[in-house]
Nanobody
Framework: QVQLVESGGGLVQAGGSLRLSCAASGNIFGIDRMAWFRQAPGKQRELVAVITSRGRTDYQDSVQGRFTISRDNAKNTVYLQMNSLRPEDTAVYYC??????????????WGQGTQVTVSS
């Protein structure tokens, strides 16, 4: 009933920038926190950034100062602006959203993932 569609990934040289988007649609009554995760080959999925419903943000130390998470509540969309990209940022990036789907019921949903590849 809820779908998250990601876009914005691609191939970029070190030092470049990308902007990821994740739009939620479906039977949504409200959205709480929104987050971005990433998973590189052979590594665990890790939290990159999170933004609360009130706009508070937190970042993984390795991306702090380079990445910015934001949200547009009217569009049910979360963004990740990635600047000064490094090869170690190469991963599949997934959005994750906590959605209020019914009275008293919150569920987490994942985007399909978008590949970010940073070449040196």
């Amino acid at each position: 009933q809820v779908q998250l569609v990601e876009s914005g990934g691609g191939l970029v040289q070190a030092g470049g920038s990308l902007r990821l988007s994740c739009a939620a649609s479906g039977n949504i009554f409200g959205i709480d926190r929104m987050a971005w995760f990433r998973q590189a080959p052979g590594k665990q999925r890790e939290l990159v950034a999170v933004i609360t419903s009130r706009g508070r943000t937190d970042y993984q130390d390795s991306v702090q100062g380079r990445f910015t998470i934001s949200r547009d509540n009217a569009k049910n969309t979360v963004y990740l602006q990635m600047n000064s990209l490094r090869p170690e940022d190469t991963a599949v990036y997934y959005c994750n959203v906590n959605v209020f789907v019914a009275a008293g019921s919150w569920s987490g949903f994942w985007g399909q993932g978008t590949q970010v590849t940073v070449s040196s």
